[in-house]
């Protein structure tokens, strides 16, 4: 079974910092915050023609170029906040479950 989204990279960046902003004044801590981000879990999936993060308080959607995916993906929030300050060349991104393995673009993590 193929599990693989395709998104372009900007729409894919927004979405990101949507998932990283904090929601009130008490979250901006710098320890607090960044003790969250490596704590906390991501799911990735797809629904109809739109990808789905969501953590534990956010849920954020992002159009898809393409993509056939069956359930969803977990790993940490970090593996996908990294693209913010390392952001990929390509215009467009894919993100694909394999064995364990998530992969987004070149990086590779695992997941459950």
Not at 23 to 32: A, E, R
Not at 68 to 85: R, V
Request: charged fraction near 25%; hydrophobic fraction near 40%; aromatic fraction near 8%.
């Amino acid at each position: 079974m193929t599990h693989l989204i395709t998104l372009k990279t900007k729409d894919f960046l927004d979405a990101m910092e949507r998932l990283k902003k904090p929601k009130s004044s008490f979250d901006q801590k710098t320890k607090k915050r960044t003790k969250i981000i490596n704590t906390q879990e991501c799911y990735v999936s797809l629904n109809r023609n739109e990808a789905v993060f969501s953590t534990e308080l956010v849920r954020v959607h992002c159009p898809v170029i393409s993509g056939e995916w069956k359930g969803y993906a977990m790993t940490n929030l970090a593996s996908f906040l990294i693209f913010l300050k390392v952001k990929p060349v390509a215009k467009e991104i894919n993100i694909s479950y394999v064995n364990g393995k998530l992969t987004l673009d070149t990086l590779s993590v695992a997941a459950k």
